[in-house]
């Protein structure tokens, strides 16, 4: 074999076992499925994430000092030491989010100084009515009267609409502030309800209360 001819077949074998190497490398690149395929470096691979509703251990010694009973399940357990999902320290606010910092007891106030930022266009009214429908329908009844399909089961709740309803007269910013915090014993909807659609369901009761007189 003459020199030449010997360099030739060591680039041979050098491409084949790089070509080799990156082969195996690549394969265990997966964008699409939920395999992790191989893995060369470890150290962050067992991430000590915990799931919304599990406990976190990692939390249970703060407060408690190891005295803490598994009490997961219950509700006072919840958003507390050894749960999963905190109560966002005081004085933080999560990204994206807006504080709500009108007291809940301070209705006058949030009839005071909210105002509804939305046109009654016939996009807002249809979310309003699609938002009343699926949260507040069921106790306030379709058409606000207080009727909804709760009523046997739930007593005493207000007509929203109608000639006796003590809403009709409410400023809109008193009504979101409801929505927004609750009252008694009605929950707030803040959780599951954007402030948009806050003030578009306002609309709709405000075109309920039109259509009731
Ligand atoms: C589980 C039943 C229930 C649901 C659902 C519910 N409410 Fe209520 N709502 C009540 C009760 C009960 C009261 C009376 C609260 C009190 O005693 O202070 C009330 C009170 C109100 C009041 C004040 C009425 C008054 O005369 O003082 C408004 C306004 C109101 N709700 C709007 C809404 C809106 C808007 C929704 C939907 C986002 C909604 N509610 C969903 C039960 C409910």
Redesign the pocket.
């Known amino acids: 074999m003459d020199k030449a001819t010997k360099m030739n077949s060591l680039t041979r074998i050098l491409t084949v076992a790089i070509a080799s190497g990156a082969a195996l490398l690549l394969s265990q690149c997966n964008y699409a499925g939920n395999q992790s395929g191989m893995h060369f470096f470890l150290d962050m691979h067992d991430s000590p994430a915990v799931e919304s509703q599990e406990e976190d251990p990692s939390t249970l010694d703060e407060v408690y000092e190891g005295n803490y009973e598994k009490t997961m399940g219950s509700l006072e357990s919840w958003g507390g030491p050894g749960s999963a999902a905190r109560t966002a320290p005081e004085g933080t606010v999560p990204r994206n989010k807006t504080p709500y910092l009108i007291p809940a007891a301070d209705f006058d106030r949030a009839a005071a100084e909210l105002t509804n930022p939305l046109r009654p266009t016939k996009e807002v009214l249809e979310l309003g009515q699609k938002?009343?429908n699926t949260?507040?329908?069921?106790?306030?009844g379709n058409t606000g009267m207080g009727d909804?399909p709760?009523t046997p089961r739930?007593a005493?709740?207000?007509?929203?609409t109608g000639p006796d309803?003590?809403?009709l007269d409410?400023e809109d910013g008193?009504?979101f502030h409801?929505?927004t915090v609750g009252?008694?014993?009605?929950?707030p909807?803040a959780a599951?309800?954007t402030e948009k659609e806050?003030w578009a369901?306002?609309h709709y009761?405000n075109l309920l209360q039109k259509q009731g007189q």
């Open positions: 938002k009343y949260y507040c329908a069921a106790c306030h909804g709760v739930f005493d709740i207000p007509a929203l309803s003590l809403v409410w008193r009504i409801i929505i009252r008694a014993r009605m929950r909807y599951q309800t806050r369901i306002i009761i």
